[in-house]
């Protein structure tokens, strides 16, 4: 379980950023549950884990050189979906040992390819770091109260089928987190914060392939200059270039 | 290609109040307007919005219908929303709107001189393609290498020509519906079919980008 400290009013929040300006890191769920299954997808950047923890890092500083904010929403869709995808990655990594002790026995039958140890990740309990990394990354957010006028905004999303919203679909969680950060990002702006607001989701095909935001959601995150990206990696890349 | 369908009713607005009050009244069996999402909306906008919920049957699932204003003197339907968390395939979307449109729509639209109208529920690419670029994409997708992409020397020739045309022309086709019609109707893998849109979202940003810059210098 990701204990993690009382929500925030997005005016509140906002206030404690100006007071102390840092890049902002806004996090999808997609991005925590990333973490857990990084090791079973093919494509997942190698450094999302040391990428987590160097956010972690910069976060827990004083003052700190990153804010980390998730919206309520993400904070329980994390709990509700975090052990379903430890297991799943569970099962990935016993069947990459199953394959693994496969080829060792193979090898066995050739004594010039000499032996050797066989590793057993299973054992490592690789899972439970991984989902370790992710709450505590979740556990050094900022959490976002869940506010009235963006649920409003994020049912008119749905009903436009503006993304991440789209025809024939309901997607209200999604918009509902997008409109808080929209939302913390315009109170930011108008406070003369200029440094990086950054939202990373890997939900591309509500969001946007190759981190360009499907329309009209591109001009929404372009007039509070907010960037999307689609992995940690990519978002810290940006975090440390600022 | 399946597609969503559109519907718009075009009238003076008095009129198209009118319109409203008939749908309303006429509204049976599965259907009713939900006055309590519409007031989630109101809180953000002064123009009236209008929810009709649909309680499912066979194959199409509980579901609301929105209606609103497109512009001054036009009302569209933006969405047909699941009232659950599946989503709805492009026939069942338009089968909730069919049968909207022929059970309230038709007659209301006839008793109060208002302009209702249906879209097209597929699409073709020369819906949104000029002949030349429509063959364009015929061509390279019928001789490239499906496992490829448009890696092949001669394929990326065969593409560029495709991205080239769509961009001199000014072509309406997103990515997604590229996309989609490749996997759809020109079976390729869906991990190629997405690298390829992906592709031509870029090429029509960068030669747009090319544009403005050298319109500039």
């Known amino acids: 379980m990701a204990e993690v400290e009382k929500p925030k009013t997005i005016e509140a929040l906002s206030k404690i950023i100006l007071r102390s300006p840092a890049p902002v890191l806004l996090l999808d769920t997609s991005a925590l549950l990333d973490i857990i299954r990084t090791v079973e997808r093919p494509h997942s950047p190698a ?119 789209s025809k024939g679909r309901n997607e209200l969680k999604d918009c509902i987190i997008i409109e808080h950060y929209i939302y913390l990002c315009s109170e930011l702006r108008k406070g003369g914060f200029n440094s990086k607001c950054v939202f990373v989701s890997s939900n591309v095909n509500d969001y946007g392939k190759g981190g360009r935001p499907l329309h009209p959601l591109d001009d929404n995150l372009m007039t509070v200059g907010l960037e999307y990206v689609t992995d940690l990696a990519w978002a810290s890349s940006i975090i440390r270039a600022s | 290609m399946k597609i969503f369908q559109d519907l718009t009713i075009k009238g003076e607005s008095a009129a198209l109040e009118r319109f409203v009050q008939e749908i309303e009244a006429s509204l049976e069996e599965n259907w009713s307007r939900d006055r309590g999402l519409e007031e989630q909306v109101k809180l953000l906008d002064k ?84 002949k030349a670029s429509a063959e364009s994409l015929h061509r390279f997708s019928a001789l490239a290498n499906k496992s490829t992409g448009s890696s092949h020397p001669r394929d990326r020739t065969r593409w560029e020509e495709f991205l080239i045309s769509v961009h001199l022309e000014g072509s309406t086709l997103d990515a997604d519906t590229l996309e989609r019609w490749l996997t759809e109707k020109e079976e390729w893998p869906a991990d190629k079919a997405n690298q390829l849109a992906i592709e031509y979202e870029q090429a029509m940003y960068l030669l747009r980008a090319y544009d403005g810059r050298s319109r500039k210098t």
């Open chain 2, 47 to 130: 123009s009236p919005t209008w929810c009709f919920a649909f309680a499912g049957r066979g194959q199409e699932p509980a579901a609301f219908l929105w209606l609103m204003y497109q512009e001054a003197n036009k009302l569209y339907v933006p969405n047909i929303v699941p009232a659950g968390s599946e989503r709805l395939s492009h026939e069942q979307y338009n089968g909730v709107l069919q049968d909207f449109y022929e059970r309230f729509v038709k007659g209301a639209a006839r008793k109060t001189g208002v302009h209702a109208e249906l879209g097209k529920d597929s699409f073709q690419l020369e819906d949104a393609l000029s």
């Open chain 1, 47 to 165: 450094t999302t884990v040391a990428s987590a923890l160097e956010m972690i890092r910069m976060a827990s500083q004083s003052p700190p050189r990153l804010w980390v904010v998730a919206a309520q929403l993400v904070q329980a869709e994390w709990e509700e979906n975090y052990y379903g995808v430890e297991v799943g990655t569970r099962k990935h990594i016993n069947q990459l040992d199953q394959n693994i002790g496969t080829l060792s026995e193979v090898i066995k039958h050739f004594k010039s390819l000499g032996s050797e140890n066989v590793p057993n990740f299973s054992q490592l309990k690789i899972e439970s770091h991984l989902k370790d990394v992710s709450g505590n990354l979740l556990r050094s957010a900022k959490i976002l109260l869940a506010d009235d006028g963006c649920l409003a905004l994020a049912t008119r999303r749905v009903i436009a089928g503006w993304a991440p919203a």
